[in-house]
């Protein structure tokens, strides 16, 4: 079953600005991996962060993680029209199963 | 990075024919293949998870007699879809994972349509 809901569902932005999105989850995690989605292709994965972990950078993306709050955060700065895609949380759970549970996913439009 | 394939890309049968969906792992031997199915403007929704040689773990709902899956070897692992009907129209997107590492990399999905 889905784990979580992602806020906002849709957000659009103008070149430049920086995109927020936010994720929650409902269960204790191993790690949670955020992914990006063009429109009917397959996924990209973007960055891991792991569950003793709080913040994570990865060029111009950074996430964080609040386990006490189960959620997590993926900032895209100085945004470009071909961020335009849809992105996914997903997490792992910590009971040894290896399967993704993805949140609802928000997309994301990057007006140049 | 490791590149997982998907074959057919696109598929447009009549309802109650089968259809088999092909995921390899490119570059890597997959222990563990996971079979995803994504409807229009939804997430994905995990079917089933394959071990290499071992019968698939399909989640609730899903009728494992509806939708086969078979891992005969460490870089394939198929999904038949069969009788398909028009319900079954999705997106299918298989991921593939090397052992205990945590990333599992996905293929570009297939597109079904059943008329």
């Known amino acids: 079953s889905q784990q979580g809901e992602e806020d906002p569902q849709a957000l659009s932005i103008q070149e430049g600005e920086n995109a927020t999105m936010n994720c929650s989850y409902k269960t204790s995690i191993n790690n949670l991996q955020w992914y990006r989605q063009n429109s009917g292709r397959g996924l990209v994965h973007l960055i891991l962060?792991?569950?003793?972990?709080r913040e994570k950078h990865s060029g111009r993306l950074r996430v964080t993680l609040d386990t006490s709050k189960k959620s997590s955060s993926l900032l895209i700065t100085a945004s470009r029209a071909a961020d335009t895609a849809s992105y996914f949380c997903?997490?792992?759970?910590?009971?040894?199963?290896?399967?993704?549970?993805f949140g609802s996913g928000t997309r994301l439009q990057v007006q140049p | 990075g490791a590149v997982v394939s998907q074959h057919p890309s696109w598929v447009i049968c009549k309802s109650g024919t089968s259809v088999k969906i092909e995921c390899r792992s490119l570059d890597f031997q997959a222990t563990t293949m996971f079979w995803y199915r994504q409807f229009p403007k939804q997430s994905l929704m995990l079917m089933a998870t394959?071990?290499?040689?071992?019968?698939?773990?399909?989640e609730q709902g899903v009728e494992k007699d509806k939708f086969l899956i078979n891992h005969a070897s460490l870089t394939l692992s198929t999904l038949t879809v069969t009788s398909a009907h028009p319900e079954d129209s999705s997106f299918y997107i298989c991921s593939a994972q090397l052992g205990a590492q945590e990333t599992q990399y996905f293929g570009p999905g297939t597109r079904l349509l059943v008329l």
């Open positions: 962060i792991r569950s003793n972990e």
């Open positions: 394959s071990n290499e040689g071992s019968k698939a773990t399909y």
């Open positions: 997903a997490t792992v759970s910590d009971t040894g199963r290896r399967a993704l549970t």
